[in-house]
Nanobody, 123 residues
Framework: VQLQASGGGLVQAGDSLRLSCAASTPTFNRLAMGWFRRAPGKAREFVAVINWTGSSTYYADSVKGRFTISRDNAKNMAYLQMNSLKQEDTAVYYC?????????????????WGQGTQVTVSS
């Protein structure tokens, strides 16, 4: 399984950005999908997760109400819509996939990782 994250960039505080994750597997609809991020000098942290069908999602408290994770199983794509971005959202964002029905909030529990996409939020 290969995952390709894209959509990062430089934005101003308060702006929106949508990240995409393309998966190269015929069993995408049997992968929980997640987003993690690593800020400079910090450990990688959980952002959001979505189950196989898209019927269940879970978010880190720091992004709840601002970020939305979604997926399109017909296109083998997962997304992270990020609104009301803050400087503290600046990080490299990684998409992850796991064959469990609902992935973990801990990064060691995920089998597949994309290469990361940089999001920089300026004041």
């Amino acid at each position: 399984v290969q995952l390709q994250a894209s959509g990062g960039g430089l934005v101003q505080a308060g702006d929106s950005l949508r990240l995409s994750c393309a998966a190269s597997t015929p069993t995408f609809n049997r992968l929980a999908m997640g987003w993690f991020r690593r800020a400079p000098g910090k450990a990688r942290e959980f952002v959001a997760v979505i189950n196989w069908t898209g019927s269940s999602t879970y978010y880190a408290d720091s992004v709840k109400g601002r970020f939305t994770i979604s997926r399109d199983n017909a296109k083998n794509m997962a997304y992270l819509q990020m609104n009301s971005l803050k400087q503290e959202d600046t990080a490299v964002y990684y998409c992850a996939g796991d064959p469990s029905p609902m992935g973990s909030t801990v990064d060691v529990g995920w089998d597949y990782w994309g290469q990361g996409t940089q999001v920089t939020v300026s004041s």
